[in-house]
């Protein structure tokens, strides 16, 4: 049985109120610096350099203004690869949402047992695997003749699509290999949230007579509707972002990344592209811009869903 | 007819007991505060008629009927939490209609409801408030009020009033029992505090490790307990309890004690000739009497010869702590006595009616109640358990 105290104020000392902003900004510093070197000035510098018809050799760069952004508005490969990218994402966010929740809630019980640890392990793991390398056991899990996938689905007399080799299905392909490698992460920020909601507050649900989907819709979802946005957030950010296993598993033996016929080609494959393949930077760049301003847009869209929708305890 | 009744209720976690055959019965109608130290168990005791949890053995009944497969919402029980519970994200009203809302109950029904226990309780003001505004004496009154709305058959109280502060505690207190007056519902409230259980139970059952030692009302617990455990736990300051043997000597009888050889003088011991024989008996036994009970100076009953070790003055009356030998013991100054100094010897007398005895086992002895307990009460069947 446990007697809460009410915590005392603390009577503070003048210099340590003087000193704290100081030992505050202090401890800020490094971090601030590496952030300073490595993030926001290569940003800035890419947004200056997105107004440039820029070389990097001679750099005999050229300002043209909006120029670069014209001709990118002008590419039909530019607005099918934002496309591309908001199917990518319109998919991947609420699958990866529902089914990280729905996984955390089906471990719930078992992470407060002994075994807890090993079961988060195993969710965990994929998402600490290296891209690159799964990418190319997923290449052959996918391949359709002799892929295992293919095999369950022939087994159940299913149809079985050509994955990575087909315009309809080499994008699900990068979508189940994406929740794949991404849904243990999203787990355990979900399992942290179900092991902090109070007990006592799901025990008085309990006696009120609320049952199972009641308890879930009117006391567990809003309870952990703060990591829900987090999560829907982050999915958004990480899959605008995603490059490597689009890469890695169109690259290999179907030809250049990106397709067949550029429908796996999303904006930061094309950026990539864009900048080491073709070697136009301010042209990648100003597609860079582009990219961010969108991630920005959806945030701030999610953000002012979200403030109708989050509950912050 | 019971409103819920506990047949030799085990709860084990592991290799721990938590509840060792418990058997109470709860009246229509009455106010019954289970009262322990921490990890008595009462809590669990609390949970179990909830459902919240199993018990390992025994059996649990409602009105009659076995409850071991009424999950707790089915059990009709408002449970008040010692932290409230309050669902953080709704307001008071639908905190309130919680419970109404998952039995889909009609709305018109519900507001109906949630107007009336919210004018009950005051909470009328703060409807649209969210917990998190609340005081703590208000999410008192809103955690009550979800209990309350669905007019449940028992109410279950798990220490409602440790969070809140002096003042408002004793308002609680006070607001509790006569809500309990207005609604007539069978209520458990569970408590460590002596004074909570003293002043609002209509019975008090109490507890230590597992076990319950006494059910009774309250003048039966403090003026007959049943074991040592609950001689020393109610009271303020407790009960003042010795271990002593008593012994022929001279043609009469002594107490002294084997550990310090201190021994205590017996007035008349004639007159309880046959009551001082069988106390021979016992190799050893528990002597016990109130610190307000006793009479300064040499008087009739038992004369203990002590030093005052200390003198707290309260106000309107005054506790002498003091040695018998190394037994410390208290006892109470009314105002206006003179008050002995510290390192003083002086006598005190516990008179005959202030005794209370308990053999080896920490159990009273009750043939010794003419030389014990004069304000005998009658040993109505079922009052103790044991």
């Known amino acids: 049985m446990t007697i809460a105290i009410e915590p005392v104020e603390r009577t503070r000392s003048v210099l ?58 002008a590419q039909p490969l530019f607005w099918q690869a934002l496309l591309t990218s908001l199917y990518f994402a319109a998919v991947m966010v609420p699958a990866a949402t529902l089914l990280s929740l729905g996984l955390a809630l089906l471990l719930r019980e078992g992470v407060q047992s002994r075994r807890g640890g090993a079961l988060r392990s195993m969710v965990f793991l994929p998402h600490v695997t290296p891209v690159v390398a799964t990418s190319i056991i997923w ?13 369950v689905l022939g087994f159940f007399h299913l149809p079985q699509p050509g994955w990575l080799a087909s315009t309809h299905w080499a994008m699900p392909a990068v979508i189940i290999y ?38 879930f819709r009117r006391v567990i979802l809003p309870l952990v509707s703060p990591v829900t946005f987090f999560v829907v957030v982050l999915a958004t950010i990480n899959t605008l972002q995603t490059f490597s296993q689009i890469y ?66 | ?49 909830a459902g919240l949890e199993r018990p390992t053995a025994g059996s649990v009944q409602f009105g009659g009927r076995d409850a071991a497969a009424l999950s707790p919402g089915d059990r009709n029980v408002g449970m008040v939490f010692q932290n409230y519970a309050l669902y953080p994200h709704l307001s008071v009203s639908e905190n309130l209609a919680f419970g109404l809302s998952a039995a889909r109950v009609p709305k018109s029904r519900i507001r109906e409801r949630v107007k009336e226990v919210a004018a009950l309780l005051e909470l009328d003001e703060m409807l649209t408030k969210k917990p998190g505004q609340l005081s703590g004496g208000q999410k008192q009154r809103v955690a009550l009020g979800r209990a309350l709305v669905r007019q449940p058959v028992i109410f279950l109280m798990d220490e409602p009033l440790s ?27 569970v408590t460590h505090d002596q004074v909570e259980a003293m002043t609002m139970a209509d019975r008090i059952l109490v507890m230590q490790q597992g076990e319950i030692h006494q059910i009774g009302t309250p003048d039966e617990v403090y ?96 506790h002498v702590h003091a040695l018998w030998g190394d037994d410390p013991l208290v006892y109470v100054l009314e105002h206006g006595q003179s ?32 030389i014990g307990h004069v304000h005998a009460v009658p040993e109505a069947a079922g009052m103790t358990n044991r």
């Open chain 1, 139 to 151: 290449i052959w899990l996918f391949d359709p003749q002799f892929g295992l996938l293919n095999s």
């Open chain 2, 339 to 370: 008050t002995p100094e510290r390192g003083e010897s002086v006598w005190l007398t516990a008179p005959f009616s202030s005794l209370h005895w308990f053999n080896e086992q920490n159990r009273r002895m009750r043939s010794l109640n003419k």
């Open chain 2, 163 to 189: 969070n809140l502060d002096a003042v408002l505690r004793e308002k609680m207190r006070m607001d509790l029992r006569r809500l309990h007056e207005q609604t007539g519902t069978a209520t458990v409230y």
């Open chain 1, 248 to 313: 890695a598993l169109t690259g290999g033996p179907h030809g250049g990344a990106g397709g067949p016929a550029f429908t796996t080609t999303t904006d930061s494959l094309l950026v990539y592209q864009t900048a080491f393949l073709y070697q136009h930077f301010s042209l990648a760049s100003a597609m860079s811009l582009m990219l961010f301003v969108l991630i920005l847009g959806l945030a701030l869209i999610q953000k002012k869903v979200a403030d109708r929708f989050v509950f912050y305890r």
């Open chain 2, 1 to 49: 007819m019971d409103v819920v009744n506990l047949r030799e209720v085990t709860r084990q976690f592991g290799v721990q007991s938590a509840l060792r055959g418990v058997s109470f019965d709860v009246n229509q109608g009455e106010f019954l505060v289970i009262v322990g130290p921490s990890g008595c168990g009462k809590s669990t005791v609390l949970r179990i008629i």
């Open chain 1, 16 to 73: 340590r109120d003087r000193l704290e902003p100081i030992l505050g900004f202090g401890l800020l510093l490094p971090s601030l610096l590496v952030f300073l070197v490595f993030f926001y000035a290569p940003a800035a510098f890419l947004a200056y350099i997105s107004f440039f018809h820029w070389n990097i050799f001679t750099s005999q760069s050229q300002f043209i203004g909006f120029g670069n952004f014209v001709i990118l508005f």
């Open chain 2, 223 to 318: 003026h007959e307990p049943a074991t040592l455990f609950v001689a020393r736990f109610f009271g303020a300051p407790p009960m003042n309890t010795m271990n002593v043997r008593v012994r022929h000597r001279e043609g009469g009888w002594t107490i002294g004690s084997p550990r310090h050889g201190e021994r205590a003088i017996i007035t008349h011991p004639e007159a309880h000739k046959a009551e001082w024989e069988s106390l021979v008996a016992e190799s050893q036994c528990w002597l016990g009497f109130r610190p307000e009970f006793t009479v300064m100076g040499r008087a009739e009953g038992v004369q203990f010869s002590v030093r005052v070790t200390d003198v707290e003055t309260l106000g309107p009356r005054s």
């Open chain 1, 178 to 215: 994406s929740l794949w490698h991404s849904l243990g992460l999203y787990t355990v920020l979900f399992l942290g949230a179900l092991a902090t909601l109070p007990r006592s507050v799901l025990e008085a649900a309990q006696v009120d007579g609320a049952k199972r989907w009641y308890l």
